[in-house]
Structures are given as structure tokens and as C-alpha cells.
């Protein structure tokens, strides 16, 4: 959405028009953007050609409505867009919300030297050896190595892994392997990571039967017994001369309304609206195929385990009606494959905020989802390998010397916790207080510093750090207890004013006669 919202403000056309004796500048009508914005959804790779003017309308309903665009006095907010001569402009800024980017490539592989190599410019055969001369401990040293003396050891178990911990482990890792293929650098955009349940990812990958489906603990989420009949009849559905059951003309039609009926009546789409943005954000990776499989197995992996369920047994199912040549025509006018896409789209994916143009980028998600769901419903091995290892590493006990730095019993692994604003303001405000106050501390009792560096070294810390010094000295006389004031010494008398004292001129009158 976000890359057809920006090819339609760069380069939907722009003129002059007018309106009830008054002219507008770079504004359109409604018409040219219904005609020019179907265009581009018509010959876009995430739509195609079956988009209807119709949808076109109810897209540019939506963008009025979110302020994509806005008539031409400014008002927006209201789905009253209509295919008319009507005028519209586009809004100084731009709606979208930055969505994220791609990590930058590394191009240059970094190259680890080989031990053996030796460094450039250098020969074995020109290097001189100076002679060492070995004294009775270097001896020792090295005839205790050779012999294979090691020192004593002991081994030192980790503490217990709880429940909680293992699958808090899934979650992280999942999601970071979803975020890796995804070439996102944040999930925030396409999912809410707090309603990820761990314990979904676990049960999808080890309860399951010999056929990879999964298998549920709650026998009430379980599928109708009706409709899993319904479901085996035409799975399997074999020549007539085999058929056991007594049919009729239609038969087939009719155990397949069964089925579209009940998975139409569905509260929520098979891959729930919380995962929609997910899904249809690997739609963009359809080009790799192996990529968009593997984006598409992880999702799958956080499903709740009554929906991926369905999911199995339902593209199960649809692939095998496909794949079926003596399966008659279950609707006329429709082929096998385009009913079972425009039946079973709507249940499997769908957004909350119901959009026309959603239907396509379903149609084009079940497509690629019939063709692939054997790998696309698998357990990722890679991953579940990955996990699997990293849970053992953490439980493995480890051998540790006397005086190394690992001899210390390791505590359990620790995890994030997100804290509230007030919590933070106050760790970052006093989590530094104390190492704060030692250092003005070794600066007060430094005696190698002069009474001038230390002064100096004073005012720069209270400067930097007003509430540590200020709790450290909290009035100004306790601040000049650190420096006394030393006793002035008395001006000494000059000799010569004793024994001469300054007498001032005396100007004496003249008289003449």
C-alpha cells in the first residue's frame, strides 16, 4: 500500500482546472484519478489485470478518507468519493508512516588469516633462531606441557532451565529469523510481537502426526465430524465403479457447499487478522520462491494450533480436488482451481478493515499456498535445529579451571523486561550516583594535587555533576571547610618613614616691597 500511495502523489498528473468561475492550480478530477490510478493497479505485479473499476473507487474512497487526498476546499475523512468531474489535490505531507527498510548489504566478505599462512614478506627458511638457553624451571614448564599434565578441574552444572525460559527462547529466536528473511529492522510494522504466543510456535513444531498435521490437546477446537467426512469424500474421491457410499446426480456439488459453508461462516480467517500484515508482507518476496517459502513457514509457525489445523487439512484437501482428474465439475462456468481460490480466499486470508482490493492479494496468497503447502506447512528444520542447539548449549555442563575467569557458577540467562519512562528517569538519574560520588571523593583526598588543580578539577565536576556535588557539599560552608583561608600577614613598616616621616610641602607666601 504504502509503494502505491507514493507512485500516486509522485505521479498522478496535475494541471489547471476550473470550477464554478474560479480556477484551481495542481489539483485533477475524480475521473482521471479513477482512470489513471486503475491503470496502475492493473499492470502492478501485487494486483493485476483483474482489478475492476469498481475496486478502483472503493481504493480513492479509502485514500479520502485517511487523507491521501482531500477535495479541493480541504475537507477529508468521509468515504464520499465519487467517479465524477469533482475536483481533488493531494495534502502538503504525505500520510504514509515510514515503513522499515532493508539492512545494508555487505559487499566485502571479511577474510580470516589461516594459521599456517605465514605474514607477507616473510620466509621460513631466512628467519634467524636465536639459541635459547633453557634453565631448570623453563624445563619443567615445558616437560609438564609435553607430557600432558593439566591442572585440576571440576565440573560445574548450569542452573536449571524453567519453562518459561525455553519458550521465551522460541519466541525470540522465531521472530528474529522471521525479521532476517523479512530484510526488516524492526517486526513493530507488520506485527504486534506481545500477541506472538510462544507457546503456539512450540506445539506447532512437536505435536504433530506422521503426516506433519497438527495434532490438538482440546478435541472441542477440532473440525465438525461432518465436515472431516465431507473433507475425506472428495480428497479421496475415486472412480464410480469404487464408490461405496450411495451418490446421486450433484452429489460431489453438494459435499463441497458443505465445506464452503462451514469454513465461510468462520469468525476470523484462517491466518487471523492479527498476522494479515505479516502474510501479505512476504507477498512481495514471490519473485524467490525459496525465500517467500521459508517467510511463509515461519508465519504458518504462529498460527494457533486449531487454525494451521485447518489450514493442512483444507490446502490439503483443495490440492487434491485439483490434481484429480475424475473429479466432475463442481461449479459450471468455473474451473477446478479458480473455484477453489474464490471460495476458500475470503476464510483464509482477510483484514479487519474489510478493503475490495484485499480479495487479490488473497487469491494471489491461496495460488502460491496450493502449489508449495507441502513445504510451506513443514516444521523449518534449520530453525528448529538452531533452537534446539542453542537450548542444549545452555543446559550443557561446562569444565572449569581453579583461577579462570569462568570459575564462577554462571547465573541463568537473563532476559529483557521493559520497564515504565518513570522507572528509566529514575535509573538513569541515580544508577550513577554512587560511582559519581567515589570520584569526587578521590578528587577531595587527592594530596599529590595543588589547592589551584584541585579547585580547577572542583568546579568542572560541579559543573558537570551539580546534584552529586550539591549533596556532597550543601552549603557554601562546607564547601570552605575544604580550602581554609590561611592568616594574612601583616604589613611590615619601612624604616626610612620612622625615621623621616613624609612631611608635605608647605607653599610660603612672597612679599615684594
Given at each position: 500500500w504504502n509503494e502505491t500511495v507514493e507512485i500516486f502523489r509522485a505521479k498522478m498528473p496535475l494541471r489547471k482546472h476550473r470550477c464554478r468561475f474560479k480556477s484551481y492550480e495542481h489539483c485533477f478530477t475524480a475521473a482521471e484519478a479513477v482512470d489513471w490510478l486503475h491503470e496502475l493497479l492493473r499492470c502492478s505485479q501485487n494486483f493485476g489485470p483483474e482489478v475492476t473499476r469498481k475496486q478502483t473507487v472503493q481504493l480513492l474512497k479509502k485514500f479520502l478518507k485517511n487523507h491521501v487526498i482531500e477535495d479541493i476546499k480541504g475537507k477529508w475523512g468521509q468515504e464520499d468519493f465519487e467517479d465524477n468531474r469533482h475536483l481533488y489535490r493531494f495534502p502538503p505531507s504525505s500520510p504514509l508512516k515510514p515503513y522499515p527498510k532493508k539492512p545494508p548489504y555487505q559487499k566485502d566478505v571479511i577474510k580470516f588469516p589461516e594459521w599456517n599462512d605465514p605474514p607477507p614478506g616473510t620466509s621460513q627458511e631466512n628467519i634467524l633462531v636465536r639459541p635459547v638457553v633453557m634453565n631448570s624451571e623453563m624445563w619443567y614448564k615445558r616437560h609438564s606441557i609435553a607430557i600432558g599434565e593439566v591442572p585440576a578441574c571440576r565440573l560445574v552444572h548450569r542452573r536449571q532451565l524453567t519453562e518459561a525460559n525455553v519458550e521465551e527462547i522460541w519466541k525470540s529466536m522465531t521472530l528474529s529469523y522471521l525479521q532476517k528473511i523479512l530484510g526488516l529492522d524492526s517486526l513493530e510494522e507488520v506485527l504486534d510481537?506481545?500477541?506472538?504466543?510462544?507457546?503456539?510456535?512450540?506445539?506447532?513444531?512437536?505435536?504433530?502426526?506422521?503426516?506433519?498435521?497438527?495434532?490438538?490437546?482440546?478435541?472441542?477446537?477440532?473440525?465438525?465430524?461432518?465436515?472431516?467426512?465431507?473433507?475425506?469424500?472428495?480428497?479421496?474421491?475415486?472412480?464410480?465403479?469404487?464408490?461405496?457410499?450411495?451418490?446421486?446426480?450433484?452429489?460431489?456439488?453438494?459435499?463441497?457447499?458443505?465445506?464452503?459453508?462451514?469454513?465461510?461462516?468462520?469468525?476470523?480467517?484462517?491466518?487471523?487478522?492479527?498476522?494479515?500484515?505479516?502474510?501479505?508482507?512476504?507477498?512481495?518476496?514471490?519473485?524467490?520462491?525459496?525465500?517467500?517459502?521459508?517467510?511463509?513457514?515461519?508465519?504458518?509457525?504462529?498460527?494457533?494450533?486449531?487454525?494451521?489445523?485447518?489450514?493442512?487439512?483444507?490446502?490439503?484437501?483443495?490440492?487434491?480436488?485439483?490434481?484429480?482428474?475424475?473429479?466432475?465439475?463442481?461449479?459450471?462456468?468455473?474451473?477446478?482451481?479458480?473455484?477453489?481460490?474464490?471460495?476458500?480466499?475470503?476464510?483464509?486470508?482477510?483484514?479487519?478493515?474489510?478493503?475490495?482490493?484485499?480479495?487479490?492479494?488473497?487469491?494471489?496468497?491461496?495460488?502460491?499456498l496450493m502449489d508449495n503447502y507441502q513445504e510451506i506447512l513443514k516444521v523449518p528444520l534449520a530453525l528448529q535445529t538452531s533452537i534446539e542447539e542453542r537450548v542444549a548449549h545452555l543446559r550443557r555442563v561446562q569444565i572449569k579451571y581453579p583461577g579462570a575467569d569462568m570459575d564462577i557458577t554462571l547465573s541463568a540467562p537473563s532476559f529483557c523486561r521493559q520497564i515504565s519512562p518513570e522507572e528509566f528517569e529514575y535509573q538513569r538519574s541515580y544508577g550513577s550516583q554512587e560511582p559519581l560520588a567515589a570520584l569526587l571523593e578521590e578528587v577531595i583526598t587527592d594530596a599529590k594535587l595543588s589547592s589551584k588543580e584541585k579547585k580547577k578539577k572542583l568546579k568542572q565536576f560541579q559543573k558537570s555533576y551539580p546534584e552529586v556535588y550539591q549533596e556532597r557539599f550543601p552549603t557554601p560552608e562546607s564547601e570552605a571547610l575544604l580550602f581554609p583561608e590561611k592568616p594574612k600577614p601583616k604589613p611590615q613598616l619601612l624604616m626610612w618613614a620612622l625615621k623621616k616621616p613624609f612631611q608635605p610641602f608647605q607653599r610660603t607666601r612672597s612679599f615684594r616691597m
Open positions: 510481537i506481545k500477541l506472538v504466543n510462544s507457546k503456539f510456535i512450540i506445539h506447532n513444531v512437536y505435536s504433530v502426526s506422521k503426516q506433519g498435521v497438527v495434532i490438538l490437546d482440546d478435541k472441542s477446537k477440532e473440525l465438525p465430524h461432518w465436515v472431516l467426512s465431507a473433507m475425506k469424500c472428495l480428497a479421496n474421491w475415486p472412480n464410480c465403479s469404487d464408490l461405496k457410499q450411495p451418490m446421486y446426480l450433484g452429489f460431489e456439488k453438494d459435499v463441497f457447499k458443505t465445506i464452503a459453508d462451514y469454513y465461510g461462516h468462520l469468525k476470523e480467517p484462517l491466518l487471523t487478522f492479527h498476522l494479515f500484515d505479516a502474510f501479505v508482507s512476504v507477498l512481495g518476496l514471490l519473485q524467490k520462491e525459496k525465500v517467500a517459502v521459508e517467510a511463509f513457514q515461519i508465519c504458518c509457525l504462529l498460527l494457533p494450533p486449531e487454525n494451521r489445523r485447518k489450514l493442512q487439512l483444507l490446502m490439503r484437501m483443495m490440492a487434491r480436488i485439483c490434481l484429480n482428474k475424475e473429479m466432475p465439475p463442481l461449479c459450471d462456468g468455473f474451473g477446478t482451481r479458480t473455484l477453489m481460490v474464490q471460495t476458500f480466499s475470503r476464510c483464509i486470508l482477510c483484514s479487519k478493515d474489510e478493503v475490495d482490493l484485499d480479495e487479490l492479494l488473497a487469491a494471489r496468497l491461496v495460488t502460491f
